[in-house]
């Protein structure tokens, strides 16, 4: 039963998260300050912070644009908490364990933070290596919580007209559209599956039982996918699809549009003067 019980949180677990996940909407729709930037201009601007982050070796800057995008994040109306914990997990953590080793680089000996001996083997964490860890963690860090804040306050349906308008490859943008749509369908094909068979076979089944079930569930979500996928593809044809949707552009760029794209345009050169 403990088993089971795990099980069931585990899968319940991830699927309250991937909705939480994907289905962020209504953030996208408060009343906040990103929210009301044309995606335009949202997506050049931060384009530009991350652009900048990249090429900065600064910790102070870096610290400076990671403090403005939570700044950001206050401004419209996100909650902090909420926001930590989808930018910190993952990628920034995966990347710390990346740059572990660089802490253990000896750039000469006068460089020498801390050192000690462990089963013969001298272990040196040097300040090159500290500052080395420290700027591509926190780079990491920066460009992650941009990109997640932009998604987050972006309609999406806004954000797949605002890649095409730039060129973006017309097959990547409608994978993206139609992933997006379908992804939540799936999930609650899963949840509605696994609850059906818990409600069949109860709490306590044998190993071999369990695989026949699931390798039979795995087979029939394939087949009905491939079903769907054949239906939707027909339903997009009698409508007039040619290889491309086309959506109405009623996107409009206000002054304080370009107000905020002077104000990063300012801090981009303030920033790119001072390093130089």
Excluded at 28 to 51: C, E, N, T
Excluded at 78 to 106: E, M, V
Excluded at 135 to 146: D, G, Q, W
Excluded at 182 to 202: D, M, N, P, T
Aim: charged share 15%; with cysteine.
């Amino acid at each position: 039963m403990r088993n089971n019980n795990f099980i069931q949180r585990s899968i319940l677990g991830i699927l309250v998260f991937l909705k939480e996940l994907i289905f962020s909407e209504e953030l996208a729709l408060r009343a906040g300050f990103l929210q009301s930037l044309d995606p335009r201009i949202k997506l050049v601007s931060f384009l530009l912070f991350i652009v900048q982050v990249l090429f900065t070796h600064s910790i102070i800057v870096l610290l400076f644009f990671y403090a403005l995008c939570l700044l950001l994040v206050l401004i419209s109306k996100i909650n902090l908490g909420f926001f930590l914990k989808r930018t910190w997990i993952f990628i920034p953590l995966f990347s710390l364990f990346i740059a572990i080793p660089a802490l253990f680089s000896n750039f000469g000996l006068q460089d020498v933070l801390v050192s000690w001996n462990i089963l013969g083997l001298k272990l040196i964490i040097s300040r090159f290596g500290l500052a080395t860890v420290l700027i591509f963690v926190t780079r990491v860090l920066t460009c992650v919580s941009f990109v997640v804040l932009l998604s987050i306050t972006t309609k999406h349906f806004e954000l797949l007209k605002v890649l095409r308008i730039f060129k973006i490859p017309q097959i990547f943008v409608m994978t993206l559209g139609m992933c997006y749509r379908y992804i939540y369908l799936f999930v609650e094909i899963i949840e509605q599956r696994y609850l059906a068979i818990k409600s069949r076979v109860g709490r306590i089944i044998n190993y071999k039982c369990g695989q026949n079930i699931v390798a039979w569930n795995v087979t029939s979500l394939w087949n009905r996918s491939i079903q769907l996928n054949e239906e939707v593809y027909k339903a997009m044809l009698s409508r007039g699809f040619r290889g491309e949707a086309v959506a109405w552009n009623d996107l409009k760029i206000r002054g304080r549009d370009w107000l905020w794209l002077f104000t990063v345009l300012i801090i981009i050169i303030i920033v790119a003067a001072r390093q130089w």
